[in-house]
């Protein structure tokens, strides 16, 4: 079986959920016998040594479609003339590179594939138009539409951003429901999305297949210094929000428990929130290395994971646990995640005066603590042990077929 496989990101063993979540996936495409030919696209500009671990796959990388909306007067322009001319949503637009295309094009002629498969809604605007020939296998990060009615939702009404969102959320609600439609089957990577309105309609054609991290060599111990954890940026609105409670509303009341509590939030600069310093208790640490991230899983007593928005399986709380760090999240962050299911603390971000009060309660309980990891870890273990393949997925649409 020959599989092209298509993603709209590099992969990285740390950054963006995306980035996390691209490099499991072809880890544990690694072990099948499969011919996989991958085609990514670079739209940070990155280096692409970390590409290194995947050279059988023989990677081609492409650059984005359309310059950073930052990037002078140039980007700007080219945001405003795709914003109000391209029917695709912009983060479909970025990744669309005409090159990338016409070397796809290319490739699918030739008729030696039996499958494509989309890793991430965004690398659809890769093939959309093209003349296809094969089924494609689309493995669903988020329903992203819903990630954008919740930031929709919260600009102020009547404002040229509220009015560019609506726009960009009704091009993202067509073309998200177009490649559900045309895909011969849809991997969900956390269960709670099966519940949504988007994948009910295709319900026939689901498949779960639980995100899961592999188990760090360093695994976590508890090191008595009441120190916090969150990791994400606040480019991602859902992480902006969680940050914005964080500091807003949990520290203050877990300083007024406890003042030798500290929260360290990696991913994001204080700036980024309109912060001109570091407020009491929490220390923002910006971009960090894999080295330094490693440093701080390994040296932190809880991971707070208090995302409410968007959808998806939440990354980071992955991530943390596969160091066994013990994990205080609320509902919607836990969702899918059924390893964790009665092992990490569930907060809740209506009652932060409570949720304090528990946080507080635990940092003070070393054998819970520990007991947690034991149990995270186990539960992490046995459902790696039961899950199939990626590829097995995609080798069942062929076989089908």
């Not at 149990?375 to 899950?387: K, M």
């Amino acid at each position: 079986m020959r599989v092209l496989y298509l993603a709209p990101l590099l992969p990285a063993p740390s950054g963006s959920g995306g980035k996390r979540a691209i490099f499991n996936h072809l880890q544990d495409m690694l072990g099948d016998p499969a011919q996989i030919d991958c085609i990514f696209i670079d739209v940070e500009g990155e280096a692409q040594g970390q590409l290194d671990a995947f050279a059988r796959f023989a990677p081609r990388v492409f650059g984005r479609a359309l310059p950073k909306f930052g990037a002078g007067i140039q980007g700007k322009l080219a945001g405003i003339a795709s914003l109000l001319t391209n029917p695709l949503p912009r983060s479909l637009a970025v990744v669309a590179s005409g090159e990338a295309r016409v070397a796809i094009a290319l490739e699918l002629a030739s008729g030696r594939y039996d499958a494509i498969l989309v890793d991430h809604l965004n690398a659809y605007g890769l093939i959309r138009g093209l003349h296809l020939q094969v089924p494609v296998v689309y493995v669903a990060h988020n329903v992203e539409s819903a990630v954008l009615a919740h930031q929709e939702a919260r600009l102020p009404r009547g404002s040229a951003l509220r009015l560019f969102a609506a726009l960009d959320l009704a091009r993202m609600r067509k073309i998200e429901g177009e490649l559900l439609s045309l895909a011969a089957k849809v991997v969900i990577i956390g269960a709670a999305d099966a519940a949504l309105p988007e994948m009910r309609a295709v319900g026939s054609k689901l498949a779960l297949w639980p995100e899961l991290p592999q188990i760090k060599s360093g695994t976590w111990a508890p090191s008595n210094r009441k120190n916090l954890l969150f990791v994400g940026s606040a480019k991602y609105f859902p992480n902006k929000d969680a940050i914005e409670w964080l500091v807003h509303e949990l520290m203050p009341e877990l300083r007024k428990r406890d003042p030798a509590i500290t929260l360290h939030v990696a991913g994001t600069r204080a700036d980024e929130l309109g912060l001109t310093g570091d407020p009491a208790g929490t220390r923002f640490h910006g971009f960090v290395s894999d080295a330094e991230l490693d440093a701080l899983h390994q040296r932190t007593d809880l991971f707070l994971c208090p995302v409410v928005l968007g959808a998806g399986i939440k990354i980071k709380l992955l991530e943390a646990a596969s160091y066994g760090l013990p994990t205080a999240a609320t509902a919607e962050s836990l969702a899918g995640i059924d390893f964790l299911d009665g092992v990490s603390l569930r907060i809740d971000r209506t009652a932060p005066g409570d949720s304090a009060r528990e946080i507080a309660a635990l940092l003070g309980d070393t054998a819970r603590l520990e007991r947690m990891s034991r149990d995270c870890l186990q539960g992490l273990h046995a459902t790696i042990a039961g899950r199939v393949s990626l590829i097995d997925q995609v080798r069942s649409v062929c076989i089908r077929n």
